[in-house]
């Protein structure tokens, strides 16, 4: 089975601070068909998981562009430039080129 | 809009068996393969369980492999799990999302397994 492994567990921020949250596979996501998927996904308090990211880079529908995503094979990075409060949650990375699994997530903290 | 709406948690004893449904409306569903994933209290997300759009295939995750069985009905729009044995690991908020990417989620449905 694939393991996507995230760091930091815990990230506390500033507004306005831009941050980073890695996310390493243990097998390259690279699909055959050309594809790696790659997926960035937050879950705010209380609420459901929402998709950010896909294919590695491509924003999602609605997602404001201070989320970026990147990376190839194995190592992925989300970054958000100027974290705002509404961005407080955790964020879990997510394979599904061989079967799906999610990485053990990172909690953003405010300060 | 897309819409997934899940229902059919509740609190069970051990061993006992429940069936879950998630209603999709706002895509064409039987064009999607369906996802259940799950987490537990406090905890990460887990995948659980995947059907292609024609139920031709069924896959699922080796903690719930003998014991959770996937199906669907694309002519009513809705997804089920079946969920027998259960166990108190097996205490979570259960969700279903579509496609591979799992762009839309439900708002979960909880189930507790406690004697």
């Known amino acids: 089975d694939v393991v996507l492994t995230q760091t930091p567990s815990i990230l506390s921020a500033t507004i306005g601070q831009s941050v980073s949250i890695s996310c390493r596979s243990s097998?390259?996501?690279?699909?055959?068909?050309?594809?790696?998927?790659l997926y960035w996904f937050l879950q705010r308090p209380g609420q459901s998981p929402q998709r950010l990211i896909y294919l590695v880079s491509n924003l999602g529908s609605g997602v404001p562009n201070r989320f970026s995503g990147s990376g190839s094979g194995t190592d992925f990075t989300l970054k958000i430039s100027g974290v705002e409060a509404e961005d407080l949650g955790v964020y879990y990375c997510?394979?599904?080129?061989?079967?799906?699994?999610f990485g053990s997530g990172t909690k953003l903290e405010i300060k | 809009e897309v819409q997934l709406v899940e229902s059919g948690g509740g609190l069970v004893k051990p061993g006992s068996s429940l069936k879950l449904s998630c209603v999709a409306s706002g895509f064409t569903f039987s064009s999607y393969g369906m996802h259940w994933i799950r987490q537990a209290p406090k905890k990460g997300l887990e995948w659980i369980a995947l059907i292609y759009y024609d139920s031709s295939n069924k896959y699922y995750a080796d903690s719930v492999k003998g014991r959770f069985t996937i199906s669907r009905d694309n002519s009513k729009n809705t997804l089920y799990l079946e969920m027998n044995s259960l166990r108190s690991e097996d205490t979570a908020m259960y969700y279903c999302?579509?496609?591979?990417?799992?762009?839309?989620w439900g708002q979960g449905t909880l189930v507790t397994v406690s004697s």
């Open positions: 997510m394979q599904a080129t061989h079967a799906l699994t």
């Open positions: 097998q390259s996501l690279l699909d055959s068909d050309g594809n790696t998927y």
């Open positions: 999302a579509p496609g591979r990417g799992l762009a839309y």
